[in-house]
Structures are given as C-alpha cells and as structure tokens.
C-alpha cells in the first residue's frame, strides 16, 4: 500500500459527459502528479502540481482540467469525454516538486470506461 | 509520446532463472527509475539510480546506467513466480521538474 488513494475505482461513462476523478496524496507529500495509461499512448504524464500551484504540464488535452486544493488532495477533471479518454488513470505523491527527484508513489488508478 | 524504449517487450523465462531488461532514453537525466505493475495494476517503486551513479543493487535487483549511450538495464536474479509483472524504467529529465517519461514496458512471465 504507497498511502495515495484514488476515487473511484471504475468508472462507467458515455461520450460527452464529464467525470472528476480524486486523489489523496501520502501524508506529507506536496507534489501531486497525473498519469494517463492506454494501449496506444503507454504511460503519459498529464500535470502536475505542488502545495496547490500547476508546477508542469504534459500532454494533457484542453478538455482535462485539474486542481490541487489546501489540504493537498487533488482533482482531474475530463470533460466532453470520447472514446479514446478510455485508460486507466494513475495518481502519484512524492514529498518534493523539484528537479532533484526523487521517487513517486503511485495510488491504485482509476479506470475509466467511455462508451 | 514515451522517451523510453524497453526491450524484450516480453521476457518468459523459468523460476530460478535471471531476467534481464534493457531501457533507452533521449534525453539527459537527473535520474532513472524502475517500476513494476501488475496487471493493470498501480506501479511500485522498484529502484532509483541517479545521473552520476553507474550501478545500484537492491535485494535480488541490479540496475546499471550509461549516460553516454543513454541506457539502463535491471537486472533480476534468481527469479520467482511473484515476478511475473509489467516492469517500466522512467526518466526524471534535466529541467524537466519532476516529472517522469515512462518507456514502453517489459512484460515478465517467470513460470514455475
């Protein structure tokens, strides 16, 4: 068990609508991270966020939005969704949010099923 | 797209057996770490090496990095069924915050 919990588990949806997955970081960690998992994409970082500011931004669509709020747990919102929004997505914590590095814990994923 | 490219893309190999996992990268790195998921599951942290370092150990692994020709390998001995997973090297680039770009994954079958 990492400490970083994800809601929902699944999640079942049609095109066009709009879904917000959670995520609750390891007690302590400032850094959030978004990852999106699919077939033909692999493993892509979406964005990220640090003690509740965007700190960088990967290939995530404009119909994705997310937030980090005060007590650091953090939302991804996808909207308009289509097809190919269908993966599994991963949250990840880790105690800093600079270039230093360091390794990330990553929650249990959300599944998310357009159809 | 993935910075990373792993090879085998699949590895079967016998329980008692090593297994061996190549990544490449394009980019210079601040680190490179190595993952494994289980079936659609979470990843686990398996092991980091940092730019300056050339080989780590951890238990039954052992990673080596070549930052001239951009590569890691992991290395796990004496393999056991429990292996038998999706292992996953992801870079940490320079400037690049702390974001990590995944490679493509190895999948492991260690039978019995």
């Known amino acids: 068990d990492s400490g970083v919990t994800q809601t929902p588990k699944h999640l079942i949806t049609a095109t066009g609508q709009r879904v917000t997955l959670r995520c609750s970081p390891r007690?302590?960690?400032?850094?959030v991270y978004w990852y999106q998992q699919s077939l033909d994409q692999g493993l892509q970082f979406l964005i990220q966020?640090?003690?509740?500011?965007?700190?960088a931004k990967g290939n995530i669509l404009e119909r994705f939005s997310a937030q980090q709020f005060p007590d650091l747990h953090s939302e991804l919102n996808l909207s308009s969704l289509e097809l190919g929004d269908s993966a599994l997505y991963f949250c990840?914590?880790?105690?800093?949010?600079?270039?230093?590095?360091?390794?990330?814990?990553f929650g249990p994923g959300t599944r998310l099923t357009v159809t | 797209s993935q910075q990373g490219e792993e090879d085998p893309q699949a590895l079967s190999i016998q329980e008692g057996e090593n297994a061996t996992m190549n990544c490449s990268y394009k980019?210079?790195?601040?680190?490179l770490q190595w993952y494994r998921q289980n079936s659609g599951r979470g990843l686990v942290h398996l092991i980091l090496?940092?730019?300056?370092?050339r080989e780590k150990h951890s238990g039954r692994l052992r990673v080596t990095l070549d930052t001239s020709k951009k590569s890691s390998s992991l290395l796990i001995t004496a393999s056991r069924a429990a292996d038998t997973a999706s292992y996953f090297c992801?870079?940490?680039?320079?400037?690049?915050?702390?974001?990590?770009?995944f490679g493509t994954g190895t999948q492991l079958k260690v039978e019995l």
């Open positions: 990840a914590s880790s105690p800093s949010g600079t270039s230093a590095g360091g390794e990330q814990y």
């Open positions: 007690s302590g960690d400032l850094s």
């Open positions: 966020y640090y003690n509740g500011e965007e700190r």
């Open positions: 980019t210079s790195i601040n680190n």
């Open positions: 090496i940092r730019s300056n370092e």
């Open positions: 992801a870079t940490d680039a320079k400037g690049g915050g702390n974001k990590l770009t």
